[in-house]
């Protein structure tokens, strides 16, 4: 994250990020998430700042309905960061082959 910060928020910029948007699933599909990014993206503007996104793969295409463009992503190995799981936690996981993803 730091080296993201460093490329998006140089010394002296203004800036505002968005780590994530959450909506119930009764709600979804109803304006609610993009509500929630305008209120933010109007008060960056207000501010004068810069306004940038770290979101999952899921969450992208509602940012970029939403006017905000891809200029970059990482990539991770998310078992580096699931270290000391137990057996069970691990037989528990979703991927077939016990990986996080």
């Known amino acids: 994250m730091q080296e993201w910060i460093k490329r998006f928020m140089p010394p002296g910029t203004r800036c505002r990020f968005i780590m994530g948007i959450s909506v119930h ?3 979804a599909g109803k304006g609610v998430g993009s509500a929630l990014m305008r209120a933010g993206t109007e008060l960056a503007d207000k501010e004068r700042a810069w306004c940038w996104v770290h979101s999952s793969m899921n969450g ?3 940012f970029e309905k939403n006017g905000f463009d891809e200029v970059g992503r990482i990539e991770l190995d998310l078992d ?5 799981d137990s057996d069970r936690e691990k037989l528990a996981r979703k991927d077939e082959d ?3 993803g």
Do not use: D, L, N
């Open 25 to 27: 699933p009764s709600y």
């Open 60 to 62: 992208a295409p509602a």
């Open 80 to 84: 580096e960061f699931a270290q000391g």
């Open 98 to 100: 016990g990986k996080w």
